[in-house]
């Protein structure tokens, strides 16, 4: 996974396929414009078995199928550093909900997992 800016991302990762969260306000007083959103690179032998099954400022999952296995849950997570302005802007409370909801979605998908 990687951080991606504000520009169209070259085609710079021969033999992967990307798959991209949702793009981020960059709440920076500065402006860097770094860092607006996040980019999953998948091997292309697996990209055609990898879907996106939500997206969110933060997180975004990815299912695997393996056939005759279990279906991967993969969650791609960015949260920025506690002295960030971002983080100061939004405040503790957004944090902890952001961090329950995660833990939400992790007992969603292990569930479905252990369905398949």
């Known amino acids: ?64 199928d393996c056939p005759g296995r279990v279906s991967l849950f993969i969650a791609c997570v960015y949260f920025p550093p506690l002295v960030s302005v971002e983080w100061q802007q939004l405040g503790a409370e957004a944090w902890q909900a952001a961090y329950s909801d995660l833990q939400a979605d992790i007992a969603a998908y292990q569930a479905l997992a252990e369905c398949w």
């Open 1 to 64: 996974m990687v951080e991606v800016g504000r520009e169209e991302l070259p085609d710079v990762f021969p033999g992967f396929q990307t798959f991209s969260g949702l793009p981020r306000v960059n709440r920076s007083e500065r402006g860097a414009g770094k860092g607006q959103g996040m980019l999953a690179l998948v091997k292309q032998k697996w990209a055609q078995r990898c879907s996106v099954v939500k997206r969110s400022e933060y997180v975004m999952w990815l299912r695997v």
